[in-house]
């Protein structure tokens, strides 16, 4: 069965700080991806960042990073130099690729705090 | 360009009233999706059309729960009997085309009351 873990419920740092929220994940397929969403306090979920099991490359936009581990089965997700927007509740998914409902199993989240 | 939109954003509700809840995808997306998402959790699948065909459904899904999208456009979200166990935010999802995994789009969701 697929499983999404993340231990962090809650994290709260300072303007500027860099924050890295942590995302393990468990599954018995081969091929299989992964999802970063935020929900900002207006509630809808907002796309991030998708990733295949097969491209281990760490990705970074702006100041989002994203570090994928299969050794670990992690998918850790770094904000640099955080802002007060980045507040928002983030979650990470995972989806197998098979036939049928390519359903997103999600965390619980992380509820994260930039105070100014 | 427009999202996927959900109405109505709030519903408040007797408990044992029916209540039904609309989601209009993303043009061009054959995929919707229906998530339950409660305070504090992240969002739980509950139901997948592909067009207007249901191809799999939660064990969430009671059969006081019942999904439709009837011409493989907009869908519909019918909760018969509601239970206070049913407040939630309901979530819907759509992504495109077939044979990958493409990321899903959401909609602002509807928050159901039942009191």
């Known amino acids: 069965a697929q499983k999404v873990t993340q231990a962090q419920t809650e994290i709260s740092v300072v303007e500027k700080e860099d924050v890295t929220l942590d995302c393990v994940y468990e599954?018995?397929?081969?091929?299989?991806?992964l999802f970063w969403y935020k929900q900002p306090p207006s509630g809808e979920l907002v796309f991030l960042i998708r990733?295949?099991?097969?491209?281990?490359q760490n990705e970074i936009s702006g100041r989002y990073s994203w570090n994928f581990q299969k050794s670990t089965s992690s998918f850790n997700f770094t904000i640099t130099a955080s802002q007060v927007v980045d507040s928002a509740v983030y979650f990470c998914?995972?989806?197998?690729?098979?036939?049928?409902?390519?359903?997103?199993?999600f965390g619980q989240g992380t509820r994260l705090t930039i105070n100014p | 360009d427009t999202g996927v939109s959900q109405n109505p954003r709030h519903k408040i509700t007797k408990r044992g009233q029916n209540v039904t809840f609309r989601c209009d995808p993303i043009s061009e997306h054959n995929r919707l999706y229906w998530y339950r998402q409660t305070l504090g959790q992240g969002p739980e699948f509950l139901t997948y059309?592909?067009?207007?065909?249901?191809?799999?459904k939660s064990r969430l899904l009671s059969d006081r729960f019942s999904a439709e999208r009837p011409k493989g456009s907009f869908s519909t979200l019918e909760i018969q009997r509601t239970e206070q166990g049913d407040s939630a935010m309901y979530l819907c999802?759509?992504?495109?085309?077939?044979?990958?995994?493409?990321?899903?789009?959401f909609g602002p969701g509807t928050r159901l009351t039942v009191t």
């Open positions: 059309f592909q067009n207007e065909a249901q191809l799999e």
């Open positions: 998914a995972l989806s197998e690729r098979k036939q049928g409902a390519q359903k997103l199993v």
């Open positions: 999802a759509s992504s495109p085309r077939q044979g990958a995994v493409y990321e899903q789009y």
């Open positions: 599954t018995r397929d081969t091929t299989y991806y």
């Open positions: 990733r295949n099991s097969f491209d281990e």
